[in-house]
């Protein structure tokens, strides 16, 4: 059974900090491309951040440069986003999505963890 987790969303006020988790569970972790992608209420799905398999190489989405970071231990099966200086807009749920290196068809996606930024 695969399984893709998101955790570690919450409430915090303008300027404070979150570290999601993302746990994949039923399939090689090392063999997938991981983002984040965060969706606001009437708005579409936005990338955020993307880590190569083996963690070597990430990119962010210009509005998190400098406050999010990616990261990814494999031998945890985990991908993590660290949120600082957290604003209002950054509000939304966050997704997990793992696309297969071999295959960018094959990919899943996690069930979401919310993050609300008070003002």
């Known amino acids: 059974q695969v399984q893709l987790v998101e955790s570690g969303g919450g409430l915090v006020q303008t300027g404070g900090s979150l570290r999601l988790s993302c746990t994949a569970s039923?399939?090689?972790?090392?063999?997938?491309?991981v983002s984040w992608f965060r969706q606001a209420p009437g708005k579409e799905r936005e990338l955020v951040a993307h880590?190569?398999?083996?963690?070597?190489?990430?990119t962010y989405t210009d509005s998190v440069k400098g406050r999010f970071t990616i990261s990814r231990d494999n031998a945890k099966n985990t991908v993590y986003l660290q949120m600082n200086s957290l604003k209002p807009e950054d509000t939304a749920v966050y997704y997990c999505?793992?696309?297969?290196?071999?295959?960018?068809?094959?990919?899943?996606w996690g069930q979401g963890t919310q993050v609300t930024v008070s003002p």
């Open positions: 039923g399939y090689r972790f090392s063999t997938y491309l």
């Open positions: 999505n793992a696309v297969y290196i071999y295959d960018h068809r094959i990919n899943y």
């Open positions: 880590i190569t398999n083996g963690g070597g190489a990430t």
